[in-house]
């Protein structure tokens, strides 16, 4: 009977806190939280010269940049700078916060130097004991704490038998938490041409002890040298940041209404509805960003009549579907110029997107 009532109590507690957040959320911008993984005495991974504590911690600084362009967004960082944050500490900020969302940005790594790809974690318990070692190595900075034992009550990240206890509230954020998984992972492919190792749930603690739907971002794979030397340029953290950040646009669209500007628009570049921006030069050697209008199964022709007068038009064909571009340019500023015209034009929905 105590244990009936101890269940009982409990579930009060998650529905009381889950009305407490929905009221609150309404009242407030749609808040997200950025946490950039490790720093400080935790270094995380480090494989070739490149440092996970620093890749992490820049890229989550872009996308709270792009992010911030939105007058209806507001961005709280876990840490800005190389700090150590208690694992604890980080999900408390985004409780305290009454958070929309949270986002923990990671690199990965393996003894082998050969794997490579992205990987978007969620909530929720795994039989795959490779996917084990990910819960394990980002659970495992509990142990540099030094009240961890009394923090976590028992909760050991080398002993696998005791993640079962982290799945109580989290599963109630699980299936919006997979929804963004899922986009993140989708623009890093399709828009990035990253190689893409799926949507994974795994026991970690510092999604389970937030109270909103999050997800735990690994970027790619230190210890494969080439996509390292990719994650540590300024040119990849861009590209990465900027797929995460239209991702995470594109959810608050779709459950909390439109944002005001897409994500990479900004105001001050925006030029008038009468402005066309010029045509710019291109080095195929460079990233090549251009201004996605449309997506469609059927075939239309690239004429300025079928664009809204629009022209400088190319399109792509993958998996059934023609995805049709606006402008063509090495420059993201001048993208983003591009981008504004064509939501002048009436694409309200157009994006920037990029090609090797």
Known sequence: MKFLNKISLTFQFIALVLCNTTLSQSKQPFTIILDAGHGGKDPGNSYHGFK???????TTLKVGEYLKNHKDI???????NDVFIELANRPKIANKANANLFISIHCNSVKNFGPKGTETF???????DMNLEVAKAENSVILL???YKETYKGFNPKEPETLIGLTMMQEENLN????????????FTFNANRNSRGVKQQPL??????YMPGVLIELGFLSNKEEGAFLNSNEGQEKMALQIANAIINYKNEYYGDAQN????????RPSRNEKPTKSSINDNQTVYKVQLSASSKKIKLTSKNFKGLDNLSSTYKNSVYKYMYGETNDVEEARKWQAFAKSKGFKDAFIVTFN
Do not use: C, F, P
């Not at 919006?176 to 623009?187: D, M, P």
């Open 122 to 128: 969620v909530m929720g318990l795994s039989r795959s």
């Open 74 to 80: 507001k961005v709280i960082y876990t840490r800005t």
């Open 262 to 269: 897409d994500v990479v628009d900004n105001e001050e570049n």
């Open 205 to 210: 603690w510092v999604l389970d002890a937030a």
């Open 176 to 187: 919006n938490s997979i929804n963004l998984a899922t986009k993140i992972q989708n623009n």
């Open 52 to 58: 996970e504590k620093e890749i992490s911690l820049k």
């Open 145 to 147: 704490e030094d009240n």
